[in-house]
């Protein structure tokens, strides 16, 4: 009987890295750095190939690359990258508009299963590419590269960046993405057409402090068990809608800050989402201690996931480095800009941390599977 392997990915400053365990998630084994002379921005496996994993790697001398290994993570090949022929960097993948080179590779997100080799990526400048084909070529989807409010977007303090891309599993069609600094933004027809869904949601440094667009959302997440319900990290607080994210309520308020940048949800953990708090002018979280609270949507209320939380210091989190696992109960693994990777194999019963230090870790993100 084949044995339950854990992976969780980790992209940082310095490449990425593989981190493998076994079902009780307590011995973890350390692989990589690859493609060490690049920030890697994010690292996610493909569930409908087992295997396939890709990695977004960023260069200031090579640019954006586009890596995938079919082996979980053990040996590499570059393919092409979206908005670029890798010949030339100079030379459009596709025959549609572009008027910005391409900067960072943001995130990957997997197509539906009912599209098989449909890929996505989220792009700076404020692009959404996809590919049928599995990476082999891409085209920009028009609906982000020329939809009528762009010329309101504007780039947040980690650029004009699409870094969050989301796909409804109940709804065909519906898939959400978030834009730094422009908001949340909702398709109901394959990506052909895009709505704002920012009703609601409080932008300070706007003249119009609820604008349409020009929020800037930090990170979006789907409920488990209703993707209907949204959750929603903004730079003005915590949000959650249950409507499809048609009107957002802001719930964070209660945490005195509820700025930040990362929130994830677990199949093992329906009903609720996880958020980690920091100091708005900072970037750091509140009391000098790491820390994670979960929202629970019944009770309405917050509840810290580390109490007491036994790691001090002034940690801080870019809006990917939290990822959850599908295992009962739930991993959850945080990464930290200081390259910090904790994690609870239960929950949040125990905490525990991988007794290796990261370069300052960008994403994390899991995938369960047989051990190769």
Not at 12 to 31: H, I, L, M
Not at 90 to 98: C, E, I, N
Request: hydrophobic content about 35%.
């Amino acid at each position: 009987m084949a044995k339950t392997q854990v992976n969780v990915y980790v992209g940082t400053r310095k490449g990425s890295y593989v981190v493998r365990s076994d079902a009780a998630r307590r011995t973890w084994k350390v692989e990589g750095p690859f493609h060490e002379d690049a920030d890697v921005y994010h690292v996610v496996a493909d569930p409908r190939h087992p295997g396939h994993v890709y990695s977004l790697a960023n260069s200031p001398f090579w640019g954006p690359v586009l890596y995938r290994s079919t082996d979980g993570g053990r040996a590499w090949k570059e393919i092409k990258t979206p908005g670029l022929d890798r010949r030339s960097s100079r030379t459009p993948a596709y025959d549609g508009p572009q008027t910005l080179p391409i900067r960072n590779l943001w995130h990957l997100e997997p197509g539906p299963a009912s599209a098989p080799k449909r890929l996505y990526v989220g792009l700076d400048p404020h692009g959404l590419y996809r590919s049928d084909d599995l990476g082999a070529s891409w085209e920009a989807v028009e609906g982000i590269e020329k939809h009528p409010t762009r010329d309101k977007w504007n780039p947040g303090a980690g650029g004009a960046c699409l870094h969050t891309i989301l796909i409804d599993p109940d709804r065909p069609g519906r898939m959400y993405v978030g834009i730094s600094a422009a908001g949340a933004f909702r398709s109901d027809d394959d990506g052909e057409t895009w709505i704002p869904k920012n009703r609601n949601v409080r932008a300070d440094f706007m003249p119009d402090k609820y604008p349409e667009v020009g929020q800037c959302a930090h990170h979006l997440a789907l409920d488990p068990a209703d993707p209907s319900v949204v959750y929603r990290q903004d730079h003005g607080g915590i949000y959650i809608s249950e409507d499809g994210a048609d009107r957002w309520v802001r719930v964070g308020k209660p945490l005195g800050s509820d700025f930040g940048f990362v929130v994830a949800t677990a199949p093992a953990l329906p009903g609720g989402a996880i958020f980690a708090p920091l100091e708005p002018m900072g970037r750091r979280m509140p009391g000098h201690r790491l820390q994670l609270q979960f929202y629970d949507r019944t009770k309405q209320s917050f509840r810290p996931l580390l109490k007491p939380s036994p790691f001090v210091g002034d940690f801080g989190t870019h809006r990917e480095a939290l990822g959850t696992d599908t295992l009962d109960p739930a991993g959850i693994y945080l990464g930290t800009t200081g390259g910090d990777l904790v994690y609870t194999p239960n929950g949040g019963k125990s905490w525990g941390a991988i007794p290796f230090r990261f370069p300052g870790i960008h994403s994390v993100s899991t995938s369960v599977g047989a051990r190769a």
